[in-house]
């Protein structure tokens, strides 16, 4: 920055020394910041299975475990109810992947013994029906047919998270059965998220020949 002084630095100036503490300060005082959020997250996934009735006994063990996992790889889980989703899979039985990638995308839990790709839908994908549904359909284009993608809105974690597993393979055959009714396609009154996606289609169709 040009003063009457001259040119002043517009940022701040570290010695060599002195920079180099900084940022091991700085990226120690991220990192403590992250492994604070991860605990608080998981906090909270245990106080919404506690007020959802959950036997929390069953989840001894495991409970530290998916706490350890998310400290080692602090992008692994998201959200609370990612974490009670992990938990109350694990403790059916279940192998999974948090935050598997499939082509550009990352799906939230990738369970291979169900074939399905788990989503934990929050507030935020109210708003972006037409997106999701675009994205599930690649997601299935690169796996297969025999896959679903599955939404659990949060709200459902929230009030009864051991019916999870029950929630997810009654989709699942929900779902195979409306593709087997009608061509491989789940029909508009499925859900919002396939009728905002369908209508977008059909009229990119419709304009698309009427060229």
């Not at 396939?194 to 990119?204: R, T």
Request: glycine content about 4%; charged content about 35%.
């Amino acid at each position: 920055e040009l003063t009457a002084d001259g040119w002043e630095p517009q940022k701040r100036v570290f010695c060599e020394e002195c920079e180099k503490k900084h940022r091991e300060e700085y990226q120690k005082t991220v990192s403590e910041y992250v492994a604070l959020k991860i605990r608080v997250m998981y906090e909270r996934a245990l106080r919404e299975m506690e007020n959802a009735n959950c036997y929390m006994h069953e989840y001894y063990d495991i409970a530290p475990e998916i706490l350890a996992d998310a400290l080692e790889t602090p992008n692994k889980y998201q959200s609370a109810d990612e974490m009670i989703a992990a938990m109350v899979l694990i403790s059916n039985g279940y192998e999974i992947e948090m935050q598997r990638s499939i082509g550009p995308y990352n799906v939230d839990i990738f369970i291979p013994e169900l074939h399905v790709c788990l989503e934990i839908d929050g507030e935020r994908h109210e708003h972006r029906a037409d997106y999701d549904s675009k994205r599930d359909i690649e997601i299935r284009r690169t796996l297969g047919d025999a896959w679903e993608v599955i939404r659990i809105p949060t709200k459902y974690m929230e009030q009864n998270p051991e019916a999870l597993p029950d929630a997810i393979e009654a989709s699942y055959r929900q779902k195979k059965k409306y593709r087997k009714e009608n061509g491989g396609f789940l029909p508009n009154s499925y859900s919002k998220r396939e009728a905002a996606h369908y209508q977008k289609a059909m009229v990119y169709q419709y304009r698309k020949t009427a060229r």
